[in-house]
């Protein structure tokens, strides 16, 4: 099993700055690729950016990119998600996942590892 825990999160004004970290523990080895995901009330949960570990291939939702980076630890199992001129719409809770291998990255249901989700609140 690999349990994920997610830090960082908290309110701030639009344009401003935060970051995100997700250290992970337990039978890491098999990990491959992490990754960010969001979820506001009522919509689906989306995903914002995730990494191949080791490998430091990114992908980004076009929503992000430009503002979003996401990026490891090489020592330790953990991914940082970096967020800058932070917007009112991206207010949601944000989860870090993982698994071991495969395609579409950024989607959330080919994930097998979630943590418990850190708020993200933006005020404009």
């Known amino acids: 099993q690999v349990q994920l825990v997610e830090s960082g999160g908290g309110s701030v004004q639009a344009g401003g700055s935060l970051r995100l970290s997700c250290a992970a523990s337990?039978?890491?080895?098999?990990?491959?690729?992490m990754a960010w995901f969001r979820q506001s009330p009522g919509k689906e949960r989306e995903g914002v950016a995730a990494?191949?570990?080791?490998?430091?291939?990114?992908y980004y939702a076009d929503s992000v990119k430009g503002r979003f980076a996401i990026s490891q630890d090489n020592a330790k199992v953990i991914v940082y998600l970096q967020m800058n001129s932070l917007k009112p719409e991206d207010t949601a809770m944000y989860y870090c996942?993982?698994?071991?291998?495969?395609?579409?990255?950024?989607?959330?249901?080919?994930?097998?590892?979630w943590g418990q989700g850190t708020q993200v609140t933006v005020s404009s």
């Open positions: 996942a993982a698994r071991p291998y495969g395609t579409d990255v950024l989607m959330a249901k080919y994930y097998n590892y």
């Open positions: 337990g039978y890491t080895a098999n990990i491959n690729y």
């Open positions: 990494i191949l570990l080791g490998g430091g291939i990114t």
